[in-house]
């Protein structure tokens, strides 16, 4: 049937093929896109197969391209192919009265394909899952391929997305109740909230807390869009978050500014929420008020190693905090520093749970010495 196809096909050698794709008819498979990628350097065929619109994914050997390909056309019935070559589209399409059209046109772009393997295969969310959320959000182009934009983004919030679930997993809970303060456009919500219902089919309720009216109304709207009933956003300032959610499970700061991340721990702790996952950012409010003892002045002495101190002193002064009020921490590096400098994940879990706040002596002594009173040491002594 598409002689001419297969014709044309082997006229060429493999590596000059960048994409092969076919649109099927009356078949559940609607879609069967074909690249080569790389794995582990050695040169494959990525299969990228829509079916009721979802997308798998398998990889063929490259010798394997003609007899899969052979397959596919006795197997399904094919509207149309396209197959894009280095110089060339060559265009097949199957008319009602079953013949076959041609035709073939110059490939402007001559662009070869990305054949840098696949990295997102680690994640939990890849491109070509069809989380038409992220298209709205502008992540996702049409075809749910990652903008190119956006790849940093996405890699961010996938890898806090999968430092979530390797702490939530462990609990085997069948439903659960996140809160992201300081969602902003709210990438991460919209993807934790995808994983996990559409995915793990766990049972979520997911609160997106913002300052910004404007953005928290669009996430809303999107939310209903694709009716993901249980993902809502609030206006509002995590200092006064005052709303009941009930029993929450996890709290998630992403780059919330500044002392905004102490609101939020300061809400988590008093919530006595199990897990907490904070990204702070704009450490600032040490900085302004540091005095540090004549002996340790030199260290200060620079403008930016001042900044660089105190945010790490900020950061460390609420571990210790986090810890004083039963919780187990860890600091991890969440994405590669190439990607954001603002890469340090608090991850806390609650284990001893505890009403009173204490400073530990050497805290006590540290925030004396050094003329501090951070925001999170104020709300839980005021
Ligand atoms: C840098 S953005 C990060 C947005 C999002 N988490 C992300 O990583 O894409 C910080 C967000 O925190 C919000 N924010 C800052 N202070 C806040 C506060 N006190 N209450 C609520 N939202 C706040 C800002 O409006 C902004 O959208």
């Known amino acids: ?15 000059q093929i960048h994409k092969i794709l076919f649109h099927l008819d009356k078949n559940e498979v609607k879609k069967v896109l074909i690249r080569p990628i790389l794995l ?6 990525q299969i990228e197969t829509t079916r009721a619109e979802k997308v798998y994914h398998q990889n063929i050997a490259h010798v394997e391209l003609v007899s ?5 056309m006795q197997e399904y019935i094919c509207k149309q192919i396209t197959m894009t070559t280095a110089s060339q589209i060559y265009h097949y399409r ?28 680690s994640y939990l969310l890849e491109e070509g899952m ?19 934009s956006a790849k940093k983004k996405f890699r961010q919030i996938n890898h806090f997305l999968s430092l979530i679930v390797e702490s939530i997993e462990t609990d085997q809970q069948e439903a659960l109740t996140i809160i ?8 991460l919500s919209f993807l934790v909230y995808y994983y996990f219902v559409f995915i793990k089919e766990i049972e979520l309720t997911m609160i997106g807390y913002d300052l910004k009216a404007d953005v928290v109304e669009q996430c809303n709207l999107t939310a209903k869009k694709y009716d993901y009933q249980n993902l809502h956003f609030i206006h509002g300032d995590i200092a006064k978050a005052s709303h009941d959610h009930g029993k929450v499970d996890a709290m998630i700061t992403l780059h919330a500014c500044n002392v905004a991340t102490d609101y939020a721990l300061h809400y988590a702790i008093t919530h006595q929420i199990t897990h907490i996952f904070s990204v702070p950012c704009c450490q600032h409010e040490i900085a302004q008020q540091i005095a540090p003892p004549a002996s340790w002045s030199f260290l200060f ?12 002193f900020t950061d460390a002064i609420r571990c210790e905090i986090l810890r004083t009020m039963g919780y187990q921490v860890d600091v991890i590096e969440f994405v590669e520093i190439e990607n954001t400098p603002k890469n340090a994940l608090i991850r806390a879990k609650l284990t001893h749970p505890t009403h009173h706040f204490t400073p530990t002596p050497a805290l006590q002594t540290f925030l004396k010495e050094f003329h501090l009173k951070p925001t999170l040491v104020r709300l839980l002594t005021e």
């Open 1 to 15: 049937m598409y002689q001419r196809f297969l014709q044309e096909l082997s006229q060429h050698q493999l590596h």
């Open 40 to 45: 582990k350097d050695i040169p494959m065929w």
């Open 68 to 72: 899969y390909l052979y397959q596919c």
């Open 94 to 121: 199957l008319t009602k009265k079953g013949k076959i059209l041609h035709y073939a046109e110059t490939n402007q772009q001559q662009k070869a394909p990305e054949m840098e393997h696949n990295r997102t295969k």
């Open 130 to 148: 069809p989380i038409h959320a992220l298209v709205d959000l502008g992540i996702f182009d049409g075809n749910f391929r990652i903008k190119a």
């Open 180 to 187: 992201d303060f300081g969602c902003g456009k709210s990438y």
């Open 301 to 312: 002495q620079h403008g930016l190693h001042k900044e660089r101190l105190s945010a790490l």
